[in-house]
């Protein structure tokens, strides 16, 4: 059974920083990307960050939105099973909750909120 967890969501001011982890289960995890997305009250869903599997050998395994370019980093530990977001340069608009993503699974979510 496919389990997601995220942690690490919180408060954060203008142009802080915050790290969030998912702790995965169920699957083999190293074979799967992972993805984070996003969704703010009242706004459509919004792909965040994904991160290839291990089995991505072709250069770069990592995308972004175009709205955390530059700012978010994904990585993950698969000896772990986590997959990370660091969020850096936070703004207000970063505001939502935070959704690790494998497929058609979903964690919980975990809330940030950027404020000052």
């Known amino acids: 059974q496919v389990h997601l967890v995220e942690s690490g969501g919180g408060w954060a001011q203008p142009g802080g920083s915050l790290t969030l982890s998912c702790v995965a289960s169920?699957?083999?995890?190293?074979?799967?990307?992972m993805n984070w997305f996003r969704q703010a009250t009242g706004k459509e869903r919004e792909f965040v960050a994904s991160i290839a599997s291990s089995e991505y050998t072709f250069g770069d395994n990592t995308r972004y939105g175009d709205s955390v370019k530059g700012r978010f980093t994904i990585s993950r530990d698969n000896a772990k099973n986590t997959v990370f977001l660091q969020m850096n340069s936070l703004k207000p608009e970063d505001t939502a909750k935070y959704y690790c993503?494998?497929?058609?699974?979903w964690g919980q979510g975990t809330q940030v909120t950027v404020s000052s």
């Open positions: 169920g699957f083999n995890f190293s074979r799967y990307s």
């Open positions: 993503i494998r497929k058609v699974f």
